[in-house]
């Protein structure tokens, strides 16, 4: 049974900087791939970013192309997601996904196994 925990949320001022980590175990990590999402109050969780086994393939949304960067580290079983130049509209729980296989997926059906989040407040 794999396990996704999210660490690195928390309050953090517009323009400002923030990284979140999954830690993943009870999986051969290194064979699948993964994904960020995110969920605001009264919206649709969305896909946020998404990498293939190997991080050769990313994948970012247009709203957070250029300013976000996903990456893993395989030998680590961890995923990163760096935030730069926040806005307030990036404020939501941050979600971090594993897919059903190695390939880069970034759609909500595409994913077996969740973490359970970790909030991002960006301030104006």
Request: a positive charge; glycine letters at 12%; hydrophobic letters at 35%.
């Amino acid at each position: 049974q794999a396990q996704l925990v999210e660490s690195g949320g928390g309050l953090v001022q517009a323009g400002g900087s923030l990284r979140l980590s999954c830690a993943a175990s009870g999986r051969t990590f290194s064979r699948y791939g993964m994904a960020w999402f995110r969920q605001a109050p009264g919206k649709e969780r969305e896909s946020v970013a998404a990498i293939n086994w190997n991080g050769v393939r990313t994948y970012y949304a247009d709203s957070v192309k250029g300013r976000f960067t996903i990456s893993r580290d395989n030998a680590k079983n961890t995923m990163y997601l760096q935030m730069n130049s926040v806005k307030p509209e990036d404020t939501a729980v941050y979600y971090c996904a594993s897919a059903t296989d190695g390939s880069l997926w970034s759609t909500v059906g595409a994913m077996d196994y969740w973490g359970k989040g970790t909030l991002v407040t960006v301030s104006s």
